[in-house]
Every structure is written in structure tokens, then in C-alpha cells.
């Protein structure tokens, strides 16, 4: 057995979307896959796919912005599946408003999700990783960290998280971990389904018009997300580090 199929990572926000996605590659890629979410059924249809395919996973629940349950979720995978040595803190909410409209509540809350939660994940996970002299963290960003009408609260927090990941990186790099994020365009997904019908436009033809602004010609996939972590979570990604990925179809920062 190689190196990289003793792996164990953990993958939050898994139950839909990119993190389902990203779980599903992980586990074909040899990995063990815990599959967090904020209830445990939720990731039962990601893991219960894992499963089917031969690979190894178990669901767990967790709200990543409290921390006993991010300390007693960590601590049942290390149990259950072994040390865990590769990251991607996914979860995420959003809570759009234009910057006058917009209640604390809606900002406290992406920025507990986002940031301490990311925070409290990455703490818990990283003495594993110090310990196995090995670690891979992937933070999902966005390319609305760049700045993005309704989103003060969203961008703010993206825009944070990749602060984070450039310290994370200086902070463990000497313990074999590499730290990096994530920033992604337009990705079709539910919560991207939702914005369509929130404006009111059936998803194919809001999804040809933003694809006019995006030199590949298309919108993303969820794949093309796990893809990319596939690469930065692998043994062969060790220089890099620190660095912020735009998966966007064309340049962006």
C-alpha cells in the first residue's frame, strides 16, 4: 500500500456540491474520507458513493464554528479511521445583502462558518499532521474575495482566508505541511442553482450569460474543483505552498 492510500482526510461541507465532489475524488484517489457536515445524514449519499466504489468513509456531524464539537469530531475520525493528515475546510454558507441592507447577524454568521470555523478545523487537525511530518490543508476561497456586489460579508471572509493560508503555510511548512487555497469562479451548483432562481432566470440561460465573461467559454463544474485539491493534497504538491489557486476558467488576481 503507498503512502498516499494510508491517508486520511477530512473534507467539510461534504454532504452536496464541491465538497461531495472533492470527497468522492479523495476516495478514488486512495484516500480515507471522513465526510463532515453540519448533520451526519446529510453526508450519508456521499459516503454511502464512496462506499459503492470501493473506497473507505465514514459521516460526521459538526458545526466547524464550535469548538468542542470540531475537538470531538476530529477525535472520532483519528479513532475510526486514523490520523487525519489532509484538510479541506469547505463549509460555507452565504447570507447576500447589499452592505445598508445587511444585518450582523448575516455577517457574524459567514464569518463564523468561514473563518472560525476554518480556524478551529485547522487547529485541530494540524498536531496529526505535525506528528506524521506530513499535511495537506486546502482552503476554499472564492474569486469573490476580489470583491463582489451583495457580498461585503462573503468577500471579507474569502479575502481572510487566504491571509490565513499564506500564515498557516510559513507557520507549519517545517513540519512537512503545505497549506494553500482554492479560489473558485462561477461552479454550478445547488447554491448556485439558487442565485439563478433568486434572480429569477432559468439556470441554463443565466449560466450561457455569465459564461460570455469567462475566456474557457463555459461555467464550472464541481469536478474541476476536486481536481484541483487532488493535485494539492498529493504527495507530488509538497513545494507548493501558500498559494492562492483561481479555478475560474481565466485569470483573475
Known amino acids: 500500500m ?28 486512495g484516500l480515507a474520507v471522513a465526510a463532515l457536515d453540519l448533520e451526519e445524514s446529510a453526508s450519508k449519499e456521499t459516503v454511502d458513493a464512496i462506499v459503492a466504489a470501493g473506497g473507505k468513509a465514514i459521516a ?27 484538510l479541506v475546510n469547505n463549509a460555507g454558507i452565504t447570507r447576500d445583502n447589499l452592505l445598508f441592507k445587511m444585518a450582523e447577524a448575516e455577517w457574524d454568521l459567514v464569518m463564523e462558518v468561514h473563518l472560525r470555523g476554518t480556524f478551529l478545523m485547522t487547529r485541530a487537525v494540524q498536531k496529526y499532521m505535525v506528528d506524521a511530518g506530513f499535511g495537506r490543508v486546502v482552503n476554499l476561497s472564492s474569486t469573490s474575495a476580489l ?20 500564515t498557516v503555510a510559513i507557520e507549519l511548512g517545517k513540519f512537512g505541511v503545505t497549506c494553500n487555497a482554492v ?19 432559468p439556470w441554463d440561460e443565466y449560466a450561457a450569460a455569465r459564461a460570455t465573461d469567462i475566456p474557457v467559454g463555459r461555467v464550472g463544474v464541481p469536478d474541476d474543483i476536486a481536481h484541483t485539491v487532488s493535485f494539492l ?7 507548493v505552498s501558500g498559494q492562492v489557486v483561481y479555478v475560474a476558467g481565466g485569470p483573475k488576481a
Open 2 to 29: 503507498s503512502a498516499a492510500q494510508e491517508r486520511v482526510a477530512i473534507v467539510t461541507g461534504a454532504a452536496r456540491g464541491l465538497g461531495a465532489a472533492t470527497a468522492r475524488r479523495l476516495a478514488a484517489d
Open 60 to 86: 460526521v456531524g459538526v458545526n466547524v464554528s464550535d469548538s468542542d464539537q470540531v475537538s470531538a469530531a476530529v477525535a472520532r475520525v483519528a479513532a475510526e479511521l486514523g490520523p487525519p493528515t489532509v
Open 147 to 166: 470583491g463582489n456586489r451583495g457580498q461585503a460579508n462573503y468577500s471579507a471572509a474569502k479575502a481572510g482566508l487566504q491571509g490565513f493560508t499564506k
Open 183 to 201: 479560489a473558485p469562479g462561477l461552479i454550478e451548483t445547488e447554491m448556485t442553482r439558487a442565485t439563478a432562481e433568486r434572480l429569477g432566470r
Open 233 to 239: 493534497v498529493s504527495e507530488g504538491a509538497g513545494f
